[in-house]
């Protein structure tokens, strides 16, 4: 990889263009952004790269690509770079959902280029450039996705670029990624969505100022639902059958658990209550969260 | 108050014992704990106040009682207690729901002597007196439960002891207080509870080894569901009439979000996730979180 192309440059395109540039890792890199808002906060910034002001531009002078914009709207990039992208070029992205997305790559790429998925399992409940650090990647996971033609070679090579960002690379292919983030990822996202949504209507309905209590557990979700819109709605609309099935495992529980509140059944409820601790630890012996109490931020 | 009598020293307990003992509230502070183990804890960390053996010892020595037991040993405590409690005596807890537990008070405290409920809105996934924290209620919201027979005199004296604790005090009906908490916490707690099930039985069913990819929203969840389960097996059983409609409602808008994702609607989607931002907004205008991006912690 000698130069790379870095195609969006919001939280996660302006982590990456920070990490390659403090690491030295490619000679040059190129960065499309068609946000005129986040065009002028990459000035303002001065963030490392090269802006250049069409896809043509980055995608002839670089061999790596790296997509970093909303999964929207990759189809429309792909059939634009088809024109002008060279053989030897390695697409990636660094999309939240893999079989739709892998669909797009396969049936609009041209022929002939290659192309491996990635996710880094990072991020924010922010976005935009402003909110870029080239540490994001640091002892996170990155999942790299194999399909049946996958080159080693190119899989080795990316593997090896996202440890230079401090990833720690694992492979597996889309079906099992999609079905694994539906849970760990895609239904929190919408549940605490959901939650959110169920305190609006309940503050209506009851004319209660509810929201300045929040601090027993709503303002945590509140954060985690302040994400970026159009980053989920596509992947909830990406990924909806696993997560359609995980809401109604998650709803078959809910109303087990209901009944079980209602009637008072002690001896269910608290194995629930401490089975829960047992993921929490086993969360915590895999380096997921570190073990410090939280008693809300001042 | 001179002297406050402190039954149950766990978190909230050994909380309070501190910040009374650091301000100089009260002549003196006597402590009651009936765990072997926490009283192990209490002694090795030194923490002030005069740990008693008896409940009989603390109350006919102190003039102010605080409950900071689980709920669900209320009723068991005030039937000891009412042997010996003398008139003149204010007592009050610090539970997390009131409509059940002002009927403990109401049925089976001895007549004439004084009760009125606290709940303050702080604490942690984490429990036992080594959390303890003399700032813990520093800014946080402390709800006074008025009755119908509530003296002016005694509210006022309790409003006051929860001010210097640093709170911000406010006061409300049990009904209206468990409508708002069966939202704000209850609910929420519940929610995490049930999606680190939901994560545990998928991950059952398919073989995936899923935890250790949980940075990614469920890590967030599971800090919440490892909290006390005596504590959140109260809370649920004493309030599961407001908590059942909670999750009812919580149901209904998570089956029209999966109808939404699956047909893709996406003008409603989107309004489902940007009006999450607007309370989000307002957490952070009424200072219940504060505007820093977690990016998981290190």
Redesign the interface.
């Known amino acids: 990889m000698k130069n790379v192309f870095i195609i969006g440059c919001g939280l996660l395109g302006s982590s990456l263009l920070k990490s390659i540039s403090k690491k030295k890792i490619t000679k040059k890199i190129l960065v499309y952004e068609k946000s005129k808002t986040n065009l002028t906060k990459i000035k303002k910034l001065k963030l490392p790269g090269k802006i250049v002001s069409s896809l043509r531009e980055g995608v002839i002078k670089s061999d790596f690509i790296i997509f970093c914009t909303p999964m929207s709207e990759y189809k429309k990039i792909i059939i634009e770079i088809n024109k002008f992208v060279l053989p030897g070029t390695l697409i990636t992205d660094i999309g ?1 959902s893999k079989i739709e997305t892998s669909k797009v790559f396969q049936n609009f790429l041209r022929k002939g280029i290659n192309w491996i998925q990635s996710h880094p ?6 976005s935009g450039p402003e ?1 870029g ?1 080239s540490n ?1 990647f ?4 990155c ?1 790299l996705i194999k399909e049946k033609n996958t080159k080693k070679k190119n899989l080795n090579s990316l593997s090896k670029f996202w440890k230079k960002m401090g990833s720690k690379v694992i492979v597996m292919n889309a079906d ?1 990624h999609d ?3 539906s ?21 209506k309905k ?1 004319k ?1 100022d ?17 994400s970026n ?1 159009i980053m ?2 596509d992947i ?2 990406n990924n ?1 059958n696993n ?2 099935k ?2 109604d ?3 078959k ?3 087990a ?2 009944k079980d ?2 009637s ?1 059944n ?1 001896k269910s ?2 194995k ?6 047992k ?2 630890s ?2 915590l012996k ?1 380096k ?3 073990n ?7």
């Open positions: 939240s399992i990072t991020g924010s409940e922010v909110h650090d994001i640091n002892n996170k996971w999942i099992k079905k694994i983030f849970i760990t990822s895609h239904l929190p996202h919408l549940i605490a969505y959901n939650l959110v949504k169920t305190a609006q209507d309940f503050e009851q209660n509810l929201i300045k209590f929040s601090a027993g557990g709503l303002r945590d979700f509140s954060r985690i639902a302040a819109e989920w709605r909830f609309f909806n997560i359609s995980a809401i495992l998650f709803i529980n809910l109303n658990f209901k509140i209602k008072k002690n409820v608290l629930k209550l401490i089975n829960s601790k993921v929490r086993k969360i895999l997921q969260d570190i410090k109490p939280d008693f809300g931020r001042n």
